[in-house]
């Protein structure tokens, strides 16, 4: 399955920022149970090449894995000798966009204008994380909407919560990006569990 299939069944992406190798897989697990298909590892959390590597193995037949927080074209070997399918930026730096479309692997760049988001595209982007999302909210996601092609999907990141997706959604969001309303440093898979279930279940109040 492709980056787009998996997000148009469940079009969730997990953030594990600040995971470790040693629990990385059991929180990887936790929140594929309830329908994440799609986990990234920020490249700044510890050893990340390794909890992506253990991602990989052990669940990269059901889920695209991959890595955040890529800063250049060499992260982006690295991620994937590393076994990652999946580049994601804080920023758009058409350099690591290019070397992550080169090397065959799937590319979510950061953005928060539509200079930007329109730059990304041209660059090879499979869609656009805006970010952060505190700043772009549902009535800028509007405007954005309004003159993006439909099939771009438009990803907020930050501060999303099981109580504000719906008015992302309304406004033209295709997805998210989870990030410690998630997973936060410290927690336990059971817990992790719990609030990849919120998400879901307000995901399918929604009717969707």
């Known amino acids: 399955m492709t980056l787009l299939s998996h997000l148009d069944r469940f079009p969730f992406v997990g953030i594990l920022r600040g995971v470790t190798p040693g629990e990385v897989v059991a929180i990887g697990r936790a929140i594929l149970a309830e329908g994440f298909s799609v986990i990234e590892v920020p490249m700044n959390s510890p050893d990340a090449l390794d909890s992506i590597r253990r991602l990989s193995d052990a669940l990269g037949n059901d889920c695209i894995i991959g890595a955040g927080t890529v800063m250049s074209p060499d992260a982006v070997a690295q991620v994937a000798?590393?076994?990652?399918?999946?580049?994601?930026?804080?920023?758009?730096?058409?350099?690591?966009?290019?070397?992550?479309?080169?090397?065959g692997l799937f590319c979510l760049?950061?953005?928060?204008?539509?200079?930007?988001?329109f730059a990304a595209m041209a660059n090879g982007a499979d869609g656009l994380k805006l970010f952060p999302a505190e700043q772009i909210g549902p009535v800028v996601v509007k405007a954005w909407r309004a003159v993006f092609p439909r099939e771009i999907r438009l990803l907020p990141v930050g501060g999303v919560t099981p109580a504000n997706i719906a008015d992302y959604l309304a406004a033209g969001a295709s997805g998210f990006g989870l990030g410690s309303a998630l997973y936060s440093p410290g927690i336990d898979a059971a817990l992790a569990g719990q609030r990849a279930r919120a998400f879901a279940d307000a995901w399918r109040a929604l009717g969707r």
Do not use: C, Q, W
């Not at 930026?89 to 479309?101: E, F, Q, Y």
């Open 81 to 103: 000798a590393a076994g990652g399918r999946l580049i994601v930026m804080p920023h758009s730096d058409p350099a690591v966009v290019r070397a992550a479309k080169a090397s």
């Open 109 to 117: 760049p950061g953005v928060a204008t539509p200079t930007e988001g």
